[in-house]
């Protein structure tokens, strides 16, 4: 149930709102390397390479060429954009239906570690599977980790968020299937529900529907 004293929700979106499978990437990189390299990338750490795609700090096509390096990769942009896209599963029906019903009487908000190559993917997804233009309308304001240059655990990208929305943090839950996502809201005050799996939204917020 959530208490009336919520007013806004920051949902993280990949494991709570989009399925992902970290593992379906690792394999799709490891198909492409030469060397049979395993990248570094999973829940609870990556590489630093990916760490600047998600912050902005490289580029889509030096990140390309740095993976190629790193990983010994041959293979083309197409290639590595559909191996990195690989963990992008499906977003269920039932999701969208749940934070339509929820943005009637609340703020929504996403706050996601993403990044632009990542952003076209599962914007595809909810065109082709929802019939909407882009995930951002099912929100109040989106921060996506790329065009912010910020990222999760960082207590700054909380306090962004709920400075730049008049947001108050004892009114305000996060939503994440991160530990150590969770650990950081709570340390500024920020209400939290870790959704550890199985749990979903739906089942978390069963009694909005």
């Not at 829940?43 to 390479?49: E, P, R």
């Not at 990140?63 to 083309?76: G, H, N, P």
Request: with cysteine.
């Amino acid at each position: 149930m959530i208490p009336a004293t919520i007013k806004n929700i920051i949902f993280d979106l990949g494991g709570v709102i989009i399925n992902i499978d970290y593992q379906k990437t690792i394999d799709a990189f490891k198909k492409l390397s030469k060397a049979n390299a395993t990248i570094e990338f999973n829940q609870q750490a990556q590489s630093a390479l990916f760490d600047e795609l998600e912050t902005g700090r490289i580029s889509n096509e030096a990140f390309r060429e740095k993976v190629r390096e790193y990983y010994q990769l041959d293979a083309t942009d197409e290639q590595i954009d559909d191996a990195w896209n690989a963990l992008l599963l499906d977003i269920p029906a039932e999701r969208i239906a749940l934070l339509r019903k929820l943005h009637k009487n609340h703020k929504l908000f996403l706050l996601s570690n993403t990044n632009a190559i990542h952003l076209i993917a599962f914007n595809k997804i909810v065109q082709d599977n929802h019939d909407m233009p882009a995930l951002d309308e099912l929100f109040d304001k989106c921060y996506y980790s790329h065009l912010v240059d910020d990222r999760k655990p960082n207590a700054s990208i909380f306090e962004r968020i709920l400075q730049e929305n008049d947001l108050k943090k004892e009114e305000t839950l996060f939503v994440d299937d991160s530990i150590q996502h969770i650990e950081a809201a709570d340390k500024l005050g920020i209400k939290t529900l870790h959704l550890a799996p199985p749990l979903t939204i739906n089942q978390a917020f069963a009694d909005a529907v």
